[in-house]
């Protein structure tokens, strides 16, 4: 059999992000998932691990660095109480290992009673570039439920010009917001709901890491909405889940 020639222009697009606990459910442009991935997709990762970075959980083991008097190691770190950390440094059989003279700086500090403390990771994301992400992440679950309408629609006009150009931020920064705030308990997938007098779809999926989880709420405007931008300005007041009225599941 002759292999084709023919380019695959499409790839497996995970919703949300792999690195995040997401899945395949849509196929999409392959260049694009691609350049996303190099350019966007890992603002988002970095800065969900950045805001967990000193959240554990009990069982959960975590690479993390230690602070000891100006020394600073490799080390695994675990929760075994509230408020209390099991640290074991790493030793040069390890994959993160630390070399011997860093090792014997870290016990001549320790046993002089020197104060150790985690040290927090510089920050290497960008939070618009992280919120676009979250943007492609509803979008994408929004087209696989109601497929081209999505496309064809003028109400997401805004959201592919943003998905577009990615380098400038042009879309309104309340379309997004945690499950917790609204003290929602609902289950990932897309849902229709109104907030006051508007209708909107709300797209509701978990990010995942180091055992960490938290749930999203992404508001999309309907496509047969005649202002798109309705939605978010009623989501810049709304601080509570009284008047958000959830309809139905898609």
């Known amino acids: 059999m002759k292999k084709s020639k023919t380019k695959n222009h499409l790839s497996e697009e995970h919703v949300p992000q792999n690195a995040l606990g997401g899945k395949v459910i849509v196929l999409t442009c392959k260049d694009c998932n691609n350049d996303y991935g190099q350019n966007v997709d890992h603002h988002l990762v970095n800065g969900f691990k950045f805001e967990n970075y000193f959240k554990f959980k009990q069982g959960e083991k975590y690479a993390r660095q230690i602070n000891n008097g100006g020394v600073i190691v490799n080390a695994e770190v675990e929760l075994i109480k509230e408020d209390t950390l099991d640290v074991k440094i790493y030793d040069s059989k390890k994959k993160r290992f630390n070399p011997p003279s860093t090792i014997k700086n870290f016990t001549s500090t320790t046993s002089q009673g020197q104060t150790q403390y985690l040290v927090t990771p510089e920050k ?90 938290e749930k999203y709420l992404t508001f999309l405007p309907t496509e047969t909405s005649q202002q798109p931008f309705k939605i978010y300005e009623l989501l810049k007041k709304q601080e509570k889940g009284d008047s958000l009225k959830v309809q139905r599941k898609l």
């Open 124 to 213: 290497n994301f960008d939070d618009d570039k992280a919120d676009i992400a979250i943007l492609k992440n509803a979008y994408l679950m929004l087209f696989e439920k109601i497929g081209r309408k999505v496309i064809q629609s003028r109400s997401y006009t805004s959201v592919r010009r943003q998905l577009n150009n990615y380098h400038v931020r042009t879309f309104p920064k309340h379309f997004v917001k945690k499950a917790k705030i609204f003290n929602m308990d609902v289950e990932n997938g897309v849902y229709q709901v109104r907030l006051g007098s508007v209708r909107a779809y709300m797209c509701v999926f978990e990010l995942e890491s180091d055992g960490n989880i």
